[in-house]
Nanobody, 121 residues
């Protein structure tokens, strides 16, 4: 089994910064990809950023230039550094980890419980 835990959310003023962490643990042969998603009340969950094996990154247009995704392979942890935060970035941020538990089985997706980010003065 694989566990995914997000941390680092909180309350920040507009223009401020936060760094979210997504830590995967358990039966992990390879962490193939991790995506950060967010959902605010009344809106659908949207993908904010992702990083794939080989450090290929992707960002939604609204966060390009402000958010940076990175990974620590030794810790099976992915970070999302969020700078120049705006009130519209307020949401619950979820981490999705695509994990291969051994060389002979398919990869599966695991979700964390989410961490609240609130941008407000």
């Amino acid at each position: 089994q694989v566990q995914v835990v997000e941390s680092g959310g909180g309350l920040v003023q507009p223009g401020g910064s936060l760094r979210l962490s997504c830590a995967a643990s358990g039966r992990i042969f390879r962490l193939n990809a991790v995506g950060w998603y967010r959902q605010s009340p009344g809106n659908q969950r949207e993908m904010v950023s992702s990083i794939r094996y080989g450090d290929i990154t992707n960002y939604v247009d609204s966060v390009k230039g402000g958010f940076t995704i990175s990974r620590d392979n030794a810790k099976n942890t992915v970070y999302l550094a969020m700078n120049s935060l705006k009130p519209e970035d307020t949401a619950v941020y979820y981490c999705n980890a695509r994990v291969k538990s051994n060389p002979f089985t398919p990869e599966y997706d695991y979700w964390g419980q989410g961490t609240q980010v609130t941008v407000s003065s």
